[in-house]
Each structure stands twice: as C-alpha cells, then as structure tokens.
C-alpha cells in the first residue's frame, strides 16, 4: 500500500503541504479561487511544530484503523486490496466519533457545509498526493509498503 | 409486582410489529442446509459484526451463522433519530454494504429469536418472527452479542398508541411515519439516546420537552458547565428543557392516543408523541438458567466476561451492551453501552473465537456527539474524584470549553466542547498512560501538539498502529 512518511530533519515548517491538501480538496481546485472566493476546506495534514523541530502528520492508514472500529455510521473502512482507510464521505453524519478515537489527531471536523469528518485520503486520482509532490524540499516522501 | 410486569409486557409487545418493508432485506435469509456452523453470533450490531470481521481475518473457511431477531440487514443503530430528523435516509442506514454476509460467507438468519441456551449440548434454537418455525443450530463457538433492552418505569398508560422507546429500527420508522400529525412530544430522558432524538423532533414538530430526573442533561457524558453548553444549544433551538423533573402518568383520549403526561411537579404536558429514553439494560434474557455467569444487579446484571471478551463457559463469549467491559481509566470492569466498544470487543472477541489471543483494552466511558453544530467530545472521568491526587486543567473561551482530569500527571478525564479538534491525542495518552509532567502547562493550550511530547511518545504516534491490543 501507498503510505505518507514525514522527515523531520528536512521538514521546514513552511505550511505549503497544508495549503495544497486544501486546494487538492477544495471545489474549484485553484490556489487563488480556494482562498479567495471559496470556504477552504480543513487540512487534512497538520504541519507541527516547536522551536526548529517541525513535521507534517497525516492519516496513518493504520492496519488497525481504530477509526473505522469506532465509526457509528459504518462511513470508515479499510480496503482489503489496497490496505487504504477509506472514508464514505455520504455515509458520515460528522458525529466526531472517529476524531475522538483517532490518537494521531489526523481527523478533523469539516463545518463548512454538512459536518463531515475530512481525513487524508491519499488524493484519488493522483498518482503522487499533492502534499507529496508539492513539499519544497523533499521532507515527505511516499513508500510503497506490502501489505 | 405481578401488575407491573404485566404491563411492561404489554408495552414490549406494541412494538415488534413490523411497519414498512425494505426491499433487500429478506433475500439473503434463503437457509443453508446444514444446522451446524463453526461459529454462532447471536446479535447482527456492531458487536456482531464486529466479530464475523474479526473471525474472517484469521479463519478464512470455517463456517458462520449470524442471528438476529429484526429482519434487517445490519444497520447503524445510533443513526436511527438521524433516520427521523431525515438527514439519513433508509439506505444510509446500513452499517455495511449489502454484500456483507455473501462477503464473508456468513449464513444469516434475520427475523429469528434465539432462546434454549445449551451450553453443555453446545445447540440453541431459533424461532421465526415471521411464520413460527423453529431450527436448532449446533455450533462449536459463540458469541453473544444481544445488546440492550430499553428501561421501563413502571407507569399508566404506557400502552398508549404514540408511546414508545426509541432503541431500533421499527421504532424511529414507526415515528418517522408519525410525524405528520404530531404537533407536540415529550422525550422522558436527557441522556444520549433523549437528548439525540429531541435533537431530530426539534425542527419538525411545534413543541418538544426534554423532561430529566437529574439536575443536568447528559449527566453520565458531561459535567455541569458542558451540560449547560448542551442544554443552551437545545434551548437556542426551541427544545424545552425541564429539569429535576420526570413523568409519573400517561394520559390518552377516547381513541388510545396519548394525549397529556403528568409531572412529578404537579404541572401536565399535553404531547400526542411521548419517547420513554431512561436507558438501556442489558438483555440477556438468553443466559437465563444457564451456567453463564451474570454481575449483580447493583453492578448492572451484565454477562460477565474476562479481558478476552470470554464468559464463564469456555468457548462462549459475550461483547456490547449485554455483557461488561474493562475500563483502562477505572481498572474494573463494567457496562460501557457504547458502539465502539460493542464493535471492538465482538472484533476481539471474533479474533479469539478464531485462535489468535487478543484482549480488549480500549474501553472506557467514552462519547462524542453533536447537538445542532455544537459538538461535545468526553472520555473517563466527567468529574473530578473526591480524592486526593486528582486534580483538573481547564480552559473556557469564546463559547469552547476544555478540561482534563489528572491524576499523577496522567490523563484520567476529557471533555472537550465547541472545538473538538485533535481530541483523539489526549484520548490517546490517557490509553497509553503517559506522564504530562513534561508538557503540562501546554495542554489545552493552542501549543499543544504531538510535537510537544515526549520523543518515544512523540515516535510511537507518527506510527501507523499495526497491532490491536
């Protein structure tokens, strides 16, 4: 499977994988028309940081996803062929379920619209996930593990 | 005494009638042939499920049969105010894709009751809701996943057409149908299940009443000042909220309508829709005169079972709301009536049934919910013990409100209100029983991150989890 790992040696804190998540995951897929025109969608990477330490943290796509464990609504769920954890975004009545089981804090509440749950969904579509191929300086790379 | 029961009997029989048909739900209830299966799960709910997919990850063939006594394909059950509010349609109500038990190979058997417990013979019969008939199925290992039964006070007119529970499927379609002419309800019981289904009546009917014996709502899953946040969001949406108070009689008309509830204070409510949301007990009407060890009554009369989610008798397990569950805040085992945990222990249950060893760690009292747009999060303690050592951080501003629990430093209480973000890392060093000795003045803070954590820590969270425990 495609999982997102993080260098922390590298990492700059610059925040740019945060804004392109945003872009990747808004509606009109503009950096200018996403911050402008529209409501940005949350991050679904969150950059940490404290003094010169600094990292990006996103959906682990666990092997025990204790999200989907925990979901009511039967919306979170691991493909068996790809190991992915995948959210059904029309199944997710944003109870926040899944953010408070999450230990990784990598779910957050979308409030936009209809509250949903918005996690790390490796960009379908994209052979490289935007955070990935637009981090400046190399700080997040993308490994393909076996399952 | 005698009456009591009577009535209650009564009461329980209004409700299993089914109402509306949903197409699908019958075509996978063809019956296979052989009446002996490997493993047996009676309970087609998170627990249930949680344990077909918790045997199919180690044993791919054996073979599985899943009982339930509602004919539906497995459905969400805490979505069913959501199913009244209409923000979840029929279809969205499925816990997992039609496919499921063609999926798993699972034989189900829906529509049919489970009774005549035989643990020695290793056999128990199944009767047919829909036309009687009676199968006896063999099984090798079970699990017993039967869930929660509503809590009835006894008290007039509970036989009343427009008075029922609100714990399954039939029943939110029953008053989902009701609503047109609905003009008014009374929900008896703020806890999760009253406050969830206020929550869906709010916006389509005139009138709603919360009526609530404690001094707070919500008081299991919050402490006074969130509980009033809650109580302000459903006030702000036209939910009366009456506390201290509770209902000691139904009253109908001449057509068997309810019609008004008395009060405790003395005061009437006319309502023509009354939801009775006292609570659950466990149901475990099926290890009745079995060797299966249940808790005393005081400790909430649940199956008893071990950290490996196994009863008494070797080879039967019991998860969810009928059985109890190891709290990792208090140490003791109790009943934590929550979806996660049914999900999790059946899982845990399901590996064991299967031969790997697992326990279940994970459980505690344990919430999140959201009341119109104000989302309340809250784990172990509500409140801080009367005892020495404990002590609580809070933070309260622009309408967001904080605490944690601390007891040498370690996380043992969360409630989180109004910005729920990244909860799940304090509910994760609560788990871990980490010390916050290092980065206690950052909690609760906006600084607070899993970069302020300790390095091994700090590590372990930057980590997929690859084991469940």
């Not at chain 1, 600094?54 to 039967?74: M, T, V």
């Not at chain 2, 060797?291 to 019991?318: H, P, Q, R």
């Amino acid at each position: 499977m495609k999982r997102i790992y993080a260098k922390e040696d590298v990492c700059i804190g610059c925040h740019l994988c945060e804004v392109h998540c945003q872009v990747e995951h808004s509606r009109t897929r503009n950096i200018i028309k996403t911050f402008k025109e529209e409501i940005p969608p949350p991050s679904r990477i969150t950059v940490e940081e404290s003094g010169p330490v600094s990292f990006a943290l996103q959906c682990r796509h666990c092997p025990e996803p204790y999200c989907a464990y925990a979901c009511i609504a039967g919306a979170i769920y691991q493909d068996e062929q790809t190991g992915e954890v995948i959210q059904e975004k029309d199944k997710c009545i944003g109870c926040w379920t899944c953010v408070l089981s999450c230990t990784k804090g990598a779910i957050r509440a979308d409030t936009r619209g209809p509250r949903k749950a918005a996690k790390c969904d490796l960009c379908p579509g994209r052979e490289v996930p935007a955070c990935v191929e637009m981090c400046p300086n190399d700080a997040l790379y993308l490994e393909e593990e076996e399952l | 005494m005698t009456l009591f029961t009577l009535r209650k009997r009564n009461f329980e029989n209004q409700y299993p009638v089914p109402s509306t048909r949903y197409p699908g739900d019958f075509r996978e209830n063809k019956l296979m042939a052989t009446k002996k299966f490997k493993y047996l799960v009676i309970g087609n709910s998170a627990g249930g499920i949680g344990c077909v997919e918790g045997i199919r990850r180690v044993d791919r063939t054996g073979t599985i049969a899943i009982v339930s006594d509602e004919r539906y394909h497995t459905y969400s059950r805490p979505l069913i105010t959501h199913l009244i509010e209409g923000d979840v349609e029929r279809g969205g109500m499925d816990f997992r894709p039609r496919s499921f038990y063609r999926g798993h190979d699972v034989q189900p058997y829906l529509g049919f009751r489970a009774g005549n417990l035989d643990t020695n013979g290793r056999k128990v019969s199944l009767v047919s809701s829909e036309d009687g008939t009676r199968h006896t199925i063999r099984f090798e290992k079970l699990l017993i996943a039967t869930g929660g039964k509503p809590f009835i006070p006894p008290m007039e007119g509970l036989d009343l057409d427009g008075v029922t529970p609100m714990i399954n499927l039939d029943q939110s379609l029953e008053v989902r149908k009701k609503l047109g002419r609905v003009k008014s309800a009374v929900v008896l019981g703020a806890g999760l299940i009253g406050t969830k289904t206020a929550q869906a009546l709010a916006h389509q009917i005139e009138k709603v009443t919360m009526v609530e014996l404690a001094d707070r709502i919500l008081s299991p899953v919050t402490d006074a000042v969130s509980s009033e946040m809650a109580a302000d969001a459903f006030r702000r949406n036209g939910v009366q909220v009456l506390l201290t108070n509770t209902v000691t009689e139904v009253r109908g008309d001449n057509r068997g309508r309810v019609s008004e509830v008395q009060l405790k204070d003395g005061s009437v409510l006319p309502c023509d829709l009354f939801i009775v949301a006292i609570g659950v007990r466990p149901r475990t009407e099926i290890v009745e005169g079995t060797d299966i060890s249940l808790s005393d009554i005081k400790l909430g009369g649940g199956i008893e079972v071990g950290m490996n989610m196994e009863t008494n008798v070797e080879g039967i397990y019991a998860c969810g709301d009928c059985a109890h569950a190891h709290d990792f805040v208090t140490g003791g085992m109790k009943l934590l009536p929550l979806w996660p945990n049914a999900y999790i222990g059946g899982r845990i249950a399901g590996l064991n049934m299967a031969g790997s060893k697992h326990q279940h760690r994970w459980a505690t009292n344990m919430n999140s919910v959201d009341f119109f747009g104000f989302p309340m999060v809250s784990a172990g303690f509500m409140l801080k013990p009367d005892r020495k050592g404990f002590e609580e951080v809070i933070r309260q501003e622009d309408g967001n409100y904080s605490k944690v629990i601390l007891k040498g430093d370690v996380i043992q209480g969360l409630i989180m209100a109004g910005n729920v973000d990244r909860a799940g890392i304090y509910l994760g060093l609560m788990r871990e029983k980490v010390k916050t000795t290092s980065f206690k003045k950052e909690l609760l803070t906006d600084d607070f991150a899993v970069v302020q954590l300790p390095f091994e820590v700090k590590e372990k969270i930057k980590q997929p989890i690859m084991e469940i425990e």
